[in-house]
């Protein structure tokens, strides 16, 4: 590898990435301020009447060319479309969650906010009865034909997007097609495994190998990385090597019943081998603190050789940049790891149908018609269109009735990976409030190695073992969101000193008692109160059938 010009290109990367979130943060302190003061005037003497505000992160394949949202080519195409203007209120990057505190405790509210609403402290029904946001139900059924007929069409969607109390709260991310819903796993160095003549790890046994060949023969400080505490994936999240033992680092479900993966024995024997792992120095050092651009370095520069990512953002982003410094650099995918071989695995990243994120509506709203009718728009049969595709004749053109991406995607003169040239001009690659198509994945997942990819982390039983999106009462989500503010930080810091080696493997019995002292048993009833009625409402819909 000609590693000078590696890590100058790695070199450029980091530095663009350090001044794009410089330059977003004093975009986004600006127009926060701009926000506030606009809706200071439109309220006290109507100006700007027709300009709606939308609070929104950024995100990150489309922060890494343009710093704002009115600059970006899908949003001035959608603004276009509907006939309504907006002006964007942008958080910091990876700063959404301190930032929708601060803009709730501020009292001055954008018209729209898209958000995780669904683990909103108390749940969203609270947001609702505190006064953030508004009950949707009115409204959609005035204003939003195109996702009142999807909702019609799809009852099974329509329960998970209502709380318990019937409360629609968002315009939803919905995924349309199960192959959709996984899109990530774990990735190593092929051209690696070839050199030392060894195979695609299956068990934890071969990735031990692995790592420990990558780690001796190539002299790599990080031969496995992954996103570290302050993420969701935490390397384990959607199954990664703790689905291995037969648990999940979350709830899951077991021939119905409701589990808390953390506290059961499974979770122990990983802490285990990560414990091992971590003092053989087979994983990253820095693994508390890894984000995605640090991720991104890892793989692009050779410091690692393993990790688990997206497809698209990991395989398809990084393949053709490792190739233009090393024509035999290659990348495959490994299927989620098991223990025994011959087994399939138990769990896997994969996504609920409908996404956490979402967009409300305050309840400062000054004219809520317009902008229900705006975010009912990608439901769409036009919508739909923009959303996942573009603009016709721009960014995909239509052969034989399907919608074919265009070399403005695909092949970006101006060398932009896919990933990052659909956030330019399309929302299909990450949320928004639309339905996602699959026409989209088979396009944008264009190299083998990306197919193969979603063929081996589909081949799991995550299916059966997931819990679905439980619509909860605003008693219930109030009550789970305090036990799992606590027992969340409870699982995280034990995970990392047991890992660490700060503290003894033997202090697992006491941390899982602690769990029961922060009530998780109570957690799991609710959540298993919740998946009852969820699958007793639809048993009641097809005996109405």
């Not at 896919?418 to 299909?428: E, F, G, K």
Request: net charge negative; with cysteine.
């Amino acid at each position: 590898m000609r590693r000078g010009t590696i890590f100058a290109r790695v070199g450029t990367i980091v530095l663009a990435a350090a001044l794009l979130a410089s330059c977003g943060r004093l975009a986004a302190d600006s127009q926060i301020v701009e926000g506030k003061d606009r809706i200071g005037r439109d309220e006290g003497n109507g100006q700007n009447e027709g300009t709606l505000t939308y609070w929104a992160e950024l995100n990150g394949n489309a922060a890494g060319i343009k710093s704002t949202f009115q600059e970006v080519p899908f949003f001035q195409e959608w603004q276009r479309k509907t006939g309504v203007k907006l002006t964007f209120i942008q958080p910091p990057s990876n700063q959404a969650k301190e930032a929708i505190n601060v803009l709730l405790a501020s009292g001055e509210l954008p018209d729209m906010i898209e958000y995780e609403w669904s683990k909103f402290p108390g749940g969203p029904e609270k947001a609702i009865q505190d006064g953030y946001i508004l009950k949707l139900n009115d409204a959609i059924d005035r204003y939003a034909p195109n996702l009142k007929k999807y909702l019609r069409e799809h009852p099974d969607i329509d329960k998970q997007i209502r709380t318990a109390d019937g409360s629609y709260y968002v315009f939803p991310f919905i995924q349309g097609d199960d192959r959709l819903r996984t899109y990530q796993g774990p990735i190593l160095r092929k051209d690696w495994l070839d050199e030392l003549g060894l195979g695609i790890p299956i068990t934890i046994d071969d990735w031990h190998e692995v790592l420990q060949a990558f780690k001796k023969e190539k002299q790599i400080e990080a031969p496995l990385t992954f996103l570290g505490v302050p993420y969701p994936l935490f390397g384990i999240e959607g199954g990664g090597f703790v689905g291995a033992f037969g648990v999940k680092k979350d709830f899951y479900l077991e021939d119905g019943i409701v589990k808390f993966g953390p506290q059961e024995q499974g979770y122990k024997e990983f802490l285990a081998l990560f414990r091992d792992w971590y003092a053989e120095g087979l994983i990253d050092p820095n693994f508390a603190a890894v984000d995605s651009v640090t991720q991104d370095v890892s793989m692009l520069s050779g410091r690692s050789g393993a990790c688990i990512w997206n497809a698209g953002a990991g395989i398809g982003t990084w393949l053709p940049i490792l190739k233009e410094n090393e024509s035999a650099a290659q990348l495959a995918a490994a299927p989620y790891p098991i223990l025994h071989k011959g087994d399939q695995p138990k769990f896997g990243q994969r996504a609920p149908a409908i996404g956490s994120s979402g967009v409300a509506i305050s309840s400062s709203i000054r004219n809520l018609e317009e902008a229900v009718r705006m975010l009912d728009y990608g439901y769409g049969p036009e919508g739909h269109m923009l959303f996942n595709f573009g603009i016709e004749n721009l960014s995909y053109t239509m052969s034989d009735g399907y919608p074919a991406y265009t070399g403005l995607i695909l092949n970006n003169p101006d060398k932009l990976a896919p990933s990052q040239a659909l956030a330019m001009y399309t929302r299909a690659s990450y949320f928004g409030p639309f339905v996602q198509d699959v026409r989209y994945m088979e396009q944008y997942y264009m190299l083998p190695e990306q197919k193969e990819a979603i063929r081996l982390w589909t081949d799991t039983a995550a299916a059966l073992h997931t819990l679905p999106a439980t619509p909860k009462t605003g008693k219930e989500s109030a009550e789970l969101s305090v036990i799992m503010q606590d027992v969340s930080t409870l699982v995280d810091e034990m995970s990392l000193k047991i890992i660490l080696g700060i503290e003894p493997l033997s202090a697992f019995d006491a941390y899982v008692d602690r769990l029961k002292s922060l009530n998780i048993d109570r957690a799991i009833q609710l959540q298993q109160a919740a998946l009852d009625r969820y699958n007793q409402s639809l048993l009641d819909e097809e005996i109405r059938k």
